[in-house]
C-alpha cells in the first residue's frame, strides 16, 4: 500500500506539472510562473530561467555514460543543465535520490513504454540535445541517471553533489 500511495503522490505531482514540462525537453523555456506551480522536491525546484548562474554541459553516449560524471553545484544556484546525446539511441537524464531513481528505473523495467515528464528530466533523441534549469535548493548528494530499460543498469549514473 505504501508503495501506491507513494506513486500516487508523485502522479498528482506530475499532472500538476503537465504544462511547464513540455518545455524541459526543449531549448523554449516555459512562462515563469509555472516554475512556482510545480512542487518542490528534496533536491530542489524548477528554477527560473532569468536567474540561472551556471551553464553545464553532459554528453550521453551509447557506451552507457554522461560525460561529466560528477556535477559540483551550489545550494541556492539555478544550472541550465545542457544534454548532448551523441549516440544512436535514444537516452534520458533524470535527477533525483539514489532511491527515487533505483525505484523509478525499476517501475520503467515492468512499465517501458510509459511517458511521463517533469522539470527534473529529458529524453533527447540520438544526435539532439535538451536542457534541464533546475534550483537546488538543498545541500546534498543526489544523483541523475538514464531511467530507459537497462540504461541505468548498465552504469548510466552520475552523481550532483550540492554543497
Avoid at 81 to 93: A, C, D, P, Q, T
Wanted: hydrophobic content about 50%; proline content about 4%.
Amino acid at each position: 500500500m505504501k508503495g501506491a500511495l507513494r506513486f500516487r503522490a508523485i502522479l498528482v505531482g506530475a499532472l500538476a506539472a503537465v504544462s511547464a514540462a513540455a518545455f524541459a525537453h526543449s531549448d523554449e523555456e516555459p512562462p515563469a510562473h509555472m516554475h512556482h506551480a510545480m512542487a518542490a522536491t528534496a533536491f530542489g525546484e524548477p528554477g527560473d530561467p532569468q536567474q540561472v548562474t551556471n551553464v553545464i554541459h553532459v554528453d550521453m553516449t551509447d557506451d552507457f555514460r554522461y560525460s561529466p560524471d560528477k556535477l559540483s553545484v551550489k545550494a541556492g544556484e539555478t544550472v541550465r543543465i545542457i544534454v548532448h546525446n551523441r549516440g544512436r539511441l535514444m537516452h534520458e537524464i533524470v535527477i533525483g535520490s539514489a532511491a527515487e531513481l533505483e525505484e523509478h528505473a525499476a517501475m520503467m523495467r515492468q512499465m517501458q513504454h510509459m511517458k511521463h515528464d517533469d522539470a527534473f528530466m529529458a529524453h533527447v533523441a540520438p544526435g539532439g540535445q535538451a536542457s534541464i534549469i533546475w534550483r537546488f535548493t538543498n545541500a546534498g548528494e543526489f544523483k541523475f541517471a538514464c531511467l530507459i530499460a537497462g540504461h541505468f543498469e548498465a552504469g548510466m549514473v552520475g552523481d550532483i553533489v550540492v554543497r
